[in-house]
């Protein structure tokens, strides 16, 4: 977002073995299976000391002078997760950096989204820039769109293109609604990913993208559907998703379950369908998503080694991992038990 979509010739098939060999050791800094259960033992001052002392201590050091306690871990996961990225970026070439380009567009558009609901919200500056985790767009960049302090000129400010702005503005104007926005953001965001992926050599990155989008796609159904939006609003909000979103959307909440538990993603989300059942919390089944695409995620690193694919594979399990720890650390904060936080967790 900010910037104008190309869909540049990608080759994800190519070879990067000195970049191959950077990821592996980024990836075995990686939390384990053990150190969650470390963790999940520990109160909140032994996390925030465990984070001290590990991969994060450089980012905690440097935002110590502005943030304390929570605050600051939360600042040093954004910020660390910012820096990985951009690691990545500067030991890539330029067809490995046209990957990553594809794969993190979707976290430009997050940021622009963030700083719209800032807007909107009469948020301040400060809170807004502290959820940011910038990629291609500066922070800076962000800043000077939010300084807007109007939806419709953060939108004309967007780089989105003209034709998408106007359908956005006008929808805005029409009912006031941030989520008539978004929508058109998500829309041009599937489509520039569609386009991306055009050029792209491997199926297996392919693959997870069209993964990730379908089921970032599916938790916006339930998510709206949970708020009860009508039946009308619902078929333009997924107009341009995947079949499978469409069909599911012309459900009710306990059909779409239903319809989750016998597809592809069933072992995945089937506890979380029993929990939604007796509590009423979409939570676990969205757990359960990301837990199958962590999956798929670390699969790309297993099958093509020394490709694209595992090096994307890498950036979505450090996501996980940033997810995790916030996780813990707002579930310690304020006192929830060890069962519920580890049920939540995507390991």
Request: glycine residues 6%; hydrophobic residues 40%.
């Amino acid at each position: 977002m900010l910037q104008r979509y190309s869909s540049p010739g990608i080759e994800s098939g190519g070879r990067y073995p000195y970049a191959y060999a950077r990821v592996c050791v980024m990836r075995a800094a990686l939390l384990g299976r053990q150190d969650y259960d470390r963790l999940l033992r520990m109160g909140l001052s032994e996390v925030i000391g465990f984070l001290e002392s590990s991969q994060y201590k450089a980012e905690i050091d440097a935002l110590a002078v502005r943030f304390s306690g929570v605050s600051l871990m939360e600042q040093a996961l954004n910020l660390n997760l910012a820096n990985t990225y951009q690691k990545l970026r500067r030991f890539s070439g330029p067809s490995l950096q046209r990957v990553l380009d594809v794969y993190l567009k979707r976290r430009d558009r997050d940021n622009f989204k963030a700083v719209l609901r800032g807007i909107y919200t009469s948020s301040s500056e400060d809170d807004v820039m502290n959820v940011l985790v910038p990629y291609s767009v500066s922070a800076e960049r962000l800043r000077s769109v939010f300084r807007r302090q109007s939806v419709e000129e953060a939108l004309r400010d967007s780089g989105l293109p003209a034709a998408q702005v106007k359908v956005a503005v006008d929808r805005f104007r029409e009912t006031g609604s941030l989520a008539e926005v978004e929508n058109v953001i998500d829309s041009e965001y599937r489509r520039a990913i569609v386009a991306g992926m055009q050029g792209m050599g491997s199926s297996l990155f392919r693959e997870f993208l069209a993964e990730e989008m379908l089921i970032a796609a599916l938790i916006k159904v339930l998510r709206y559907r949970r708020e009860g939006m009508d039946k009308r609003d619902m078929q333009k909000a997924v107009a341009d998703a995947e079949p499978m979103v469409r069909r599911l959307s012309e459900l009710g909440l306990a059909e779409i379950l239903s319809a989750l538990e016998n597809s592809r993603f069933g072992e995945h989300v089937r506890q979380g369908v029993k929990e939604f059942r007796e509590k009423e919390t979409l939570i676990y089944v969205e757990t359960g998503l990301y837990k199958y695409l962590l999956r798929k995620a670390l699969s790309l690193h297993r099958r093509k080694p020394l490709l694209a694919d595992s090096i994307v594979g890498y950036v979505f399990a450090k996501e996980i991992e940033i997810r995790n720890l916030r996780l813990i650390m707002k579930a310690r904060q304020l006192g929830m038990a060890e069962g519920f936080i580890e049920e939540q967790l995507v390991v």
